[in-house]
């Protein structure tokens, strides 16, 4: 069975960072990539980071500089970590099986339909 348990997540104020963190099971983490997707009220799911199939992590433009995706295959975990947070990024955030891929312009594409429940994250002006 996969398992995917984003967490992490939480109240902070803007310019406040955060860590999340994804813990895998029932997938071979070494030859899986992990991203992450946002969705915030009243939105559709959007995809925030992920890497290409060289491992390179790609951003979306409104996170560049701010995100940074972290793989440690020692403990099968996918981390997010979060500086600068701005109320705008406020939204459930999860973690899924994920390729960076182009149609029209790059963004993330989940390779696999696996999602867990998703961190809340929110974040006060």
């Known amino acids: 069975e996969v398992q995917l348990q984003a967490s992490g997540g939480g109240l902070v104020q803007a310019g406040g960072s955060l860590r999340l963190s994804c813990a895998i099971s029932?997938?071979?983490?070494?030859?899986?990539?992990i991203g992450w997707f946002r969705q915030a009220p009243g939105k559709e799911r959007e995809g925030v980071t992920c890497?290409?199939?060289?491992?390179?992590?790609y951003y979306e433009d409104s996170v560049k500089g701010r995100f940074t995706l972290i793989s440690d295959r020692t403990s099968n975990t996918a981390y997010l970590q979060m500086d600068n947070l701005k109320p705008e990024d406020t939204a459930v955030y999860f973690c899924?099986?994920?390729?960076?891929?182009?149609?029209?312009?790059?963004?993330?594409?989940?390779?696999?339909?696996?999602w867990g429940q998703g961190t809340q994250v929110t974040v006060s002006s």
């Open positions: 899924t099986p994920a390729l960076k891929s182009f149609y029209g312009g790059y963004y993330c594409r989940p390779s696999r339909n696996y």
């Open positions: 890497f290409d199939t060289g491992g390179v992590p």
């Open positions: 029932g997938l071979p983490f070494n030859n899986t990539h």
